[in-house]
């Protein structure tokens, strides 16, 4: 079971996903976000889906893309990604009775010469440009479309907005959507080229305590319109309102000042992941922020849903 999706703000893309898998009658935890090198840029990635199918159809990717020129990546990608779900999914002997075959990508491509991401969905065997401000996949999409979905907040995004709703957005969904669950994985593909694979943890400790302040900012808008709260009541609603603000902001300072420890946390968590490069495994895949950037002159069954 998964919840992935991709935002798009003002300075790149944004993948992330949660990391619950189900093998079997067991729960195991695994990175679903990642990238790779490719002529001309970079590559990343968010699955939902069956994992050992997605993960061998985004292998053969980054092995068929190593030997391509840069202005046919996208047309090799296409190309690969639709040949590998014929074969793997509707070829299965399964196919028309077992539903869990199926799988999905959100993939973002940095382009070395335009100096943009570009994202892209799939869906079976095909391959689509997105150009709306996100996109969502697994079986948490439809509340996660409903977070998502709100124009004024997505509108001209920075990439601090753009962590921070990713990392509300994912701990409702594994908050109410069953099979979702795990740490969250947050991927950023910036314009510039440098990319990041980040913890939202200081961000999760504030989305925590958001639910006590819609809580209070429901309390307020019933208050506003209930003719039975005299004025001095509905003071006390705006007085409770702004005083559950005023904790959450100092609780965000609080997590920036501390921040340094969030960081070697996941550094040493991300260098874990990252350990074994040389086997073609869901590790070998996984962003790892302290790898250098691409440049123009390097480049020539566990099921879910």
Not at 43 to 57: E, K, M, N, P, R
Not at 112 to 128: G, I, N, P
Not at 174 to 193: F, M, Q, T, W, Y
Not at 213 to 227: G, K, P, Q, V
């Amino acid at each position: 079971m998964t919840i992935a999706a991709a935002l798009t703000y003002d300075s790149g893309v944004l993948l992330c996903a949660d990391t619950q898998m189900e093998a079997g009658a067991l729960k195991i935890h695994a990175p679903k976000v990642g990238s790779f090198e490719c002529p001309g840029g970079r590559i990343g990635f968010a699955l939902a889906g069956h994992t050992s199918f997605a993960i061998s159809a985004i292998q053969k990717c980054s092995q068929k893309l190593r030997d391509a020129k840069a202005h046919e990546i996208i047309e090799k990608l296409k190309e690969t990604l639709e040949r590998e779900y014929c074969r793997v999914v509707f070829k299965h002997p399964n196919y028309k009775t077992d539903w869990n075959l199926a799988y999905w990508f959100l993939l973002a491509f940095w382009s070395c010469s335009d100096k943009q991401v570009w994202l892209f969905a799939t869906e079976e065997q095909t391959l689509r440009s997105i150009n709306t401000t996100y996109e969502c996949i697994g079986i948490g999409r439809d509340l996660a479309h409903y977070l998502l979905a709100t124009p004024p907040t997505l509108s001209g995004m920075n990439e601090q907005r753009a962590l921070l709703l990713a990392a509300y957005m994912l701990a409702r969904v594994k908050e109410h959507v069953p099979g979702c669950g795990g740490a969250s994985h947050i991927l950023l593909l910036r314009n510039d080229g440098t990319f990041d694979l980040v913890d939202p943890f200081a961000f999760d400790l504030v989305v925590r305590q958001s639910a006590i302040y819609e809580w209070n900012a429901r309390e307020l808008i019933f208050a506003a319109t209930d003719s039975g709260v005299t004025d001095s009541q509905f003071e006390q609603h705006i007085n409770i309102f702004s005083a559950t603000a005023r904790h959450i902001r100092n609780l965000w300072r609080q997590n920036q000042a501390n921040d340094v420890v969030f960081s070697a946390l996941w550094k040493e968590l991300s260098n874990k992941i990252n350990s074994v490069k040389a086997q073609p495994s869901p590790q070998s895949t996984t962003a790892d922020p302290s790898r250098p950037q691409p440049s123009p002159e390097s480049h020539g069954e566990t099921r879910e849903s």
